[in-house]
């Protein structure tokens, strides 16, 4: 059994809008989602269909216009200064493009957002033990350019974890990858949640990645169109079921 089982997460009626008069969109509309501790959900939908702002309404990058977002009976969204800046401390961020700092090695971009917290030297073990979780040991010293795509997003992932987050969004984090690389990235976000518990939305377009989750919620225009579970009790494993199921 993992330490934790990660964070629970309540998004009620919640609204966000851009630009005003004539160019006034609804990015995310009234959405409304219940998501259980530990649970790796899938967010998907077209581009332009709410994904990004959903993720960034969650982890208070973002604030709604309407509607609240509670994660572990904190209302995030009414968060403000030293509280806010604690909480995105402690929620984990993967992006598409990996987001790495070319000029630091491998090491010190995993350190790097949590150095004004005490010195170096008392980081680099954690960083040193997740970039061994995330399949990176001896490549400590390597600059982002000397590794491929999937190498690089395996720095983001230990650099995400570096706060022991109970909650990692990550947005289209195998857009730039190649079906199997992006397939070996997905195991080792479900390994990484079923030994440290955390819960994990990941916004994605691909039906693979999509299918292999515990749960899929579909956006369009900013709405939920579609929640599947699809878990229903059955081996996690289990993807061929989870792709008859999904018609890919
Ligand atoms: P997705 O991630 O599903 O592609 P986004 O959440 O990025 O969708 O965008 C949803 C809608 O909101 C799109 O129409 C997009 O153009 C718009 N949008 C997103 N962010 C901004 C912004 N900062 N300013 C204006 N419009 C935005
Ligand atoms: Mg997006």
């Given amino acids: 059994m993992s330490e934790h089982i990660g964070s629970a997460i309540s998004v009620d009626h919640l609204t966000r809008r851009f630009g005003t008069g004539e160019d006034r969109l609804t990015a995310v509309d009234d959405v409304s989602l219940t998501i259980a501790a530990g649970a790796v959900v899938a967010l998907t939908g077209p581009s332009g269909s709410g994904k990004s702002t959903l993720l960034h309404l969650i982890g208070a990058i973002e604030q709604p216009d309407e509607g609240s977002v509670t994660v572990d009976d904190?209302?995030?969204?009414?968060?403000?200064?030293?509280?806010?800046?604690?909480?995105?401390q402690r929620v984990?961020?993967?992006?598409?493009?990996?987001?790495?700092?070319?000029?630091?090695?491998?090491?010190?971009?995993?350190?790097?957002?949590?150095?004004?917290?005490?010195?170096r030297?008392?980081?680099?073990?954690?960083a040193r033990e997740l970039l061994d979780a995330v399949g990176l040991a001896g490549r400590e010293r390597a600059l982002p350019a000397q590794l491929s795509g999937g190498q690089q997003q395996r720095v983001a992932i230990a650099r995400a974890l570096m706060g022991a987050p109970g909650l990692l969004l990550a947005d289209e984090p195998t857009g730039n990858l190649d079906s199997t690389t992006g397939g070996q990235i997905l195991d080792l976000l479900l390994d990484l949640r079923d030994r440290?518990?955390?819960?994990?939305?990941?916004?994605?377009?691909?039906?693979?990645?999509?299918?292999?989750?515990d749960r899929l919620v579909r956006l369009t225009d900013g709405h939920v169109t579609e929640d599947l579970d699809l878990t229903d009790g059955e081996d996690p494993a289990d993807t061929y079921e989870r792709a008859a199921r999904l018609r890919l």
Avoid: K, W
């Fill in 74 to 88: 904190v209302v995030v969204s009414d968060l403000r200064r030293a509280a806010l800046a604690r909480y995105r």
């Fill in 92 to 119: 984990g961020f993967v992006f598409q493009r990996y987001h790495l700092l070319p000029a630091l090695t491998v090491l010190d971009n995993v350190i790097a957002p949590v150095l004004p917290r005490r010195g």
């Fill in 121 to 126: 030297a008392d980081h680099a073990t954690r």
């Fill in 196 to 213: 440290h518990g955390m819960t994990i939305l990941l916004a994605t377009h691909e039906q693979a990645i999509a299918a292999r989750c």
